[in-house]
């Protein structure tokens, strides 16, 4: 890893999960099987919620907050905050991405693009504790806060989102039947 291309912040817990990321990305899976290894470090690797400041945990009151605490060109990994809730729009990734719950419930609803509409093919409420991933195609998701506290959960995504500003590739905004 080109360390001067790198931006990471010190917290409790994150570079366990720096590095083990790194060397999973090293092996240069197809992105189905990087998720499914990130994810399976993640459930092993899972800090708490002191990788935010108490600050960082506050979020925000209009709407869900991402803070960027690694980035590389490889991957990210970003530590997100919701209120009760918040919601993300219906959108896919750029890439792969493994997640961890830390605090608070996020409601995950899948989706298929049958090009003239959308059709629901899945449903998750993660809870503290639990770690899922995905990789495009399939990824197309709309995420909520249904808990009446506030949440926080650690993406890691194969990409540079410092660069690119979001891991969202595609919002979509078709009739779902």
């Keep these: 890893m080109d360390m001067a291309?790198?931006?990471?912040?010190?917290r409790p817990g994150l570079?366990?999960?720096?590095?083990?990321?790194?060397?999973?990305?090293?092996?240069?899976?197809?992105?189905?099987?990087?998720a499914l290894a990130v994810a399976a470090l993640l459930r092993e690797r899972l800090p708490g919620l002191d990788?935010?400041?108490?600050?960082?945990?506050?979020?925000?009151?209009?709407?869900?907050?991402?803070?960027?605490?690694?980035a590389e060109e490889r991957f990210s990994v970003v530590g997100v905050v919701w209120r009760p809730g918040q919601d993300t729009v219906i959108h896919d990734h750029v890439s792969w991405c493994t997640f961890g719950i830390l605090s608070g419930i996020e409601d995950e609803t899948l989706y298929r693009d049958l090009g003239d509409h959308l059709v629901r093919i899945g449903h998750a409420e993660n809870r503290p504790g639990e770690v899922s991933g995905f990789?495009?195609?399939?990824d197309i998701h709309k995420v909520r806060n249904t808990?009446?506290?506030?949440?926080?959960?650690?993406?890691?995504?194969?990409?540079?989102?410092?660069?690119?500003?979001?891991?969202?590739?595609r919002t979509y905004d078709l009739p779902v039947r």
């Design 5 to 10: 291309a790198a931006t990471t912040v010190t």
């Design 15 to 34: 570079e366990p999960i720096v590095s083990g990321v790194s060397r999973i990305v090293d092996r240069r899976l197809d992105g189905h099987a990087t």
């Design 51 to 70: 990788i935010l400041t108490p600050q960082e945990r506050a979020g925000s009151p209009e709407r869900y907050v991402s803070h960027i605490l690694h």
């Design 135 to 138: 990789a495009p195609p399939g």
């Design 147 to 169: 808990s009446s506290e506030t949440g926080v959960s650690l993406h890691v995504y194969g990409a540079d989102v410092s660069r690119l500003g979001s891991s969202v590739r």
